[in-house]
């Protein structure tokens, strides 16, 4: 019942020549703050999210994959140097997977409402992986009812 | 009951570090391709689609909005310079918007499945703006059932 | 004769398949130290550098324009989520045009070194445009020897 | 004594929110027709330039790394759905590296001149690796004086 606030850093580079940040990047954004959270960071003495537990980068032994995405935007984004935040939580924790849920933020706007499906697998395989109980323990304070959609 | 079919080049930067093409990356695909389809070829001159019809483009009285996206992942899309092409319909084309639908296909691979909702505004008040006769009879050929998502 | 250190923020997506921020890239992250560190910040009350003097964001009157750019790439930089910084100085201050110096560092190994000529032109017009007093005074103490390349 | 030229093909995610082509989005364009031109086509049966003889791609024992990048940026590219092209050649034929040459044309203004000195190294270990005969014997006609830069 706890949702993660994340700072979200825009780059000049996301905008496109209507001068909002790009549909595209916007994904490119949710990546971000999706490593930040459950990737654990590869410096051990950097500070880090009690969920950012999955070894997940270059080398390691397990991989994600995203299955299935959606997104709905609801303002324009446009260029801004501070007060973008992602509010996130899980709106399902399967056995080899998760729905990740989204809110961008800048300042009081939502700017966008998302939700991710994250597939755990096998880096050297490709093959889906069941959650382990580490990860299980960790983002289960986060888990809350899953994101609903206004226009499907 | 048409469906468009075009060509996608990928670049070896849409990959990332999985060696895929990254999950954002895919949407600049499905944009390319859409512009590609739908927004009048500023060089007259040019081989266009029959519903290249859309004056969209940097300078235009028209711009459009991308409000709603949803992807569904099938297979990772590994570097390739040749074979990947996307096939497109309309799944419904409203007062002011369309939904646009796609299939990625690599080879007899398909690779994903999207939906993109598109609302036409004024570029200069950014309120939406209803499809024009010219709109209307370009895309209505290419109208079919929108596509239906495995797993919603 | 000081420099501005710049931390850089790494995103999964600057990595391409071979795993290293792609060549490209590197020039999205030396824009955005480069936009830190010179353009006004946008939001009045956020903390900003005593050199980010300059009205160049969407809707100002002035633009930047990339007129020459130059990179050795000295180490590949892989993935990161801290430690990476940029070292700027002013390497010639002109009339109307700045060269902009940087190292790169990821701890303690220098990975790119680089200049960028920025000239100022009119948002309008395109016309460069002369530095004012005001972004002469800021950019003084940052001026230093130009960066010498190593292979030309 | 000859030169490739090959079309580029912009996206409309290479603009920024200036209307044109990003000065790092230029070097992703370079990139895809230095890949174009060098690197064997994963599709056997493809069309592809006599100088397409690298296997450097996904998986290959051999990877190209880029050492330096310059590039006059010499006007302004914006969106163009055709007419856009790259001449290139080859400024020095080295040991293990090469220094590629290339003009960006919209039509029959130069857009942008660059050069990029691309290291052949072994996949596995980064260590650099002499070119081939069959290297050296595709390449040799394109040899031409390296590119004089204006602005140095």
Known sequence: MARLTLPVHLRWGDLDAYGHVNNAAMLTLLEEVRIEAFWRHPDADAPQHPTAVLDAGPGADLATL??????????????????VTVEMWIGR?????IDVCYEVRNGSTVCARAATTVVLVDAATGQPTRLGE??????????????????R
């Open 66 to 83: 995203v299955a299935r995405q959606e997104v709905e935007y609801l303002a324009p984004l446009g260029y801004s140097r501070s007060g």
């Open 93 to 97: 924790l399967g056995g080899a997977s």
């Open 134 to 151: 580490a990860e299980r323990a960790a983002w289960e304070p986060y888990v809350e009812a899953p994101i609903t959609f206004r226009h």
